[in-house]
């Protein structure tokens, strides 16, 4: 990826982040008490296909403020987050803390995670909002390859490109499933009504592009699903996709 758009990025996603996921969830200390009292709740639509999480080494790949990090480490994951944003952060580890669970949690570009020198995890977990962000897909799935351990899964809960490309409103941006182009669009803000953070370059991917890249990658496809779209429940809203580690 350019190194100016991953900036942009970062940068976009550290404007007020703390403060916006204070806004949107409550503060750490009060989020805890929801998470730590169903932590299985958090991870409803993941469950059914992480397998095993107790003891098991599970990377939450872009994981943000945490909450799902610290929903595997109250079922006994060992957690770490990878993420770029020092804002997620911030409010990830004060999460951690005041539900009582240690997580991980590294900042790096996850394209870099390779320097990081992490033991190899049994699991990846990512969740809503990851592949848009990445150019160059094979380039990434490779990076995930070399962060899994052999045997290991990887779970991918993804927004469906049938949603993203032709229905979503990305402004101009054109409706066209096979477009390759990158879109502008606002930074995420789960703030109702709330003003926009800045805004990001994404590239979204066709459901056979993430299936090609993840198999060059050398994962082995074992079960891919789609699912109604929350509002128009005639489309894809999103789907998951499992594959092993060879
Ligand atoms: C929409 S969120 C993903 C949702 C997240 N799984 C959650 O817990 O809600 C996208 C995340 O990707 C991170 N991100 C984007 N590009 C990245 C990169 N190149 N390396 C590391 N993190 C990145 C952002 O900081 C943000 O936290």
């Known amino acids: ?3 100016d758009i991953r900036d942009a990025n970062r940068e976009a996603w550290n404007v007020g982040r703390y403060e916006t996921w204070v806004r949107a969830m409550g503060d750490p200390t009060a989020e805890a008490v929801r998470v730590v009292g169903d932590p299985k709740h958090v991870l409803r639509r993941l469950l059914a296909h992480l397998g095993e999480v107790a003891d098991r080494r599970i990377c939450s790949v872009q994981g943000s403020h945490g909450r799902i990090a610290v929903a595997l480490a109250l079922l006994g994951a060992e957690a770490t987050v990878i993420d770029f944003a020092e804002e997620n952060r911030r409010y990830a580890l004060a999460l951690a803390e005041a539900a009582g669970v240690h997580i991980r949690y590294e900042i790096a570009d996850v394209m870099e995670a390779g320097a990081l020198d992490l033991p190899p995890f049994h699991t990846l977990l990512l969740e809503l ?22 045997g290991g899964r990887l779970v991918l809960n993804e927004f469906h490109p049938v949603e993203r490309k032709l ?20 930074v995420p803000n789960p703030v109702i009504g ?19 890249a993840l198999l060059g990658a050398g994962f082995r ?8 779209d929350w509002t128009n429940p005639a489309i894809p809203g999103t789907y998951t996709l499992v594959a092993a580690h060879s």
């Open 1 to 3: 990826m350019s190194t």
């Open 129 to 150: 909002g990851v592949l848009h962000y990445h150019q160059d897909l094979v380039a990434f799935f490779r990076v995930m390859a070399s962060l899994c351990s052999p």
């Open 167 to 186: 229905f979503h409103d990305f402004g101009d941006a054109p409706r066209d499933y096979f477009s390759t182009g990158l879109v502008v669009g606002d």
């Open 194 to 212: 709330g003003a926009s953070l800045g805004t990001c370059a994404y590239r979204f991917w066709t459901l056979a592009e993430v299936v090609s």
């Open 221 to 228: 496809l074992t079960a891919l699903d789609e699912h109604p």
